[in-house]
């Protein structure tokens, strides 16, 4: 299992996250809403508003399963926010940085996973919304670009957090 590394621009990427005061929050029906209408649109079992902590990957809204936060060490999540498209892992157990991961070979056994970073105004990737399936798949050049345009709609909805707004 391969960790992920920390973007260059770490230090600004914690302090935009901690600036919205939106982690441990309660959910919210307005994230919520993106994360159902992504995992049924892309016919996943699961869908995530993913944020990238220092140490923990926490989730803002969470379609198909229970958990609220995995580590960061063993976060798809973390690897995404080092770029900054749409990253696609088709298939866990043929990837060398994820093939003994936890969440690969232990619940929720990911097969599929693809992320797409929640890139904010100031270019910092804070998380992402991504999709994860315990069956290998691929996506269209569509999906992808669909998947892109999703993530823009929970940057908007994070843009319109009070706490952010009066920042």
């Known amino acids: 299992m391969q960790a992920p590394a920390q973007p260059s621009n770490e230090a ?3 302090e ?3 600036e919205f005061l939106i982690l441990d929050t309660p959910p919210e029906e307005r994230f919520d809403n993106l994360t159902r209408a992504a995992a ?3 016919r996943v079992q699961i869908a995530v508003v993913s944020l990238v902590d220092v140490n923990r990957q926490w989730f803002k809204s969470i379609c198909g399963l229970d958990a609220r936060e995995t580590p960061r060490d063993v976060s798809f999540c973390g690897h ?11 298939d866990a157990l043929l990837d060398a940085r994820f093939a003994d991961n936890p969440l690969v070979i232990d619940g929720p056994k990911i097969r599929f996973y693809a992320g797409a970073p929640l890139t904010m105004s100031n270019g910092c990737n804070l998380g992402t919304l991504c999709l994860i399936d315990p069956k290998p798949r691929t996506m269209s050049a569509i999906e992808l670009e669909m998947l892109a345009d999703m993530a823009k709609v929970v940057v908007g909805e994070l843009e319109k957090t009070p706490s952010f707004l009066s920042a």
């Not at 995404?80 to 088709?90: G, K, Y």
Request: glycine share 0%; net charge neutral.
């Open 40 to 42: 049924s649109f892309f």
């Open 12 to 14: 600004l990427r914690i």
């Open 16 to 18: 935009t996250l901690r």
């Open 80 to 90: 995404t926010i080092l770029q900054n498209e749409v990253m696609v892992i088709e």
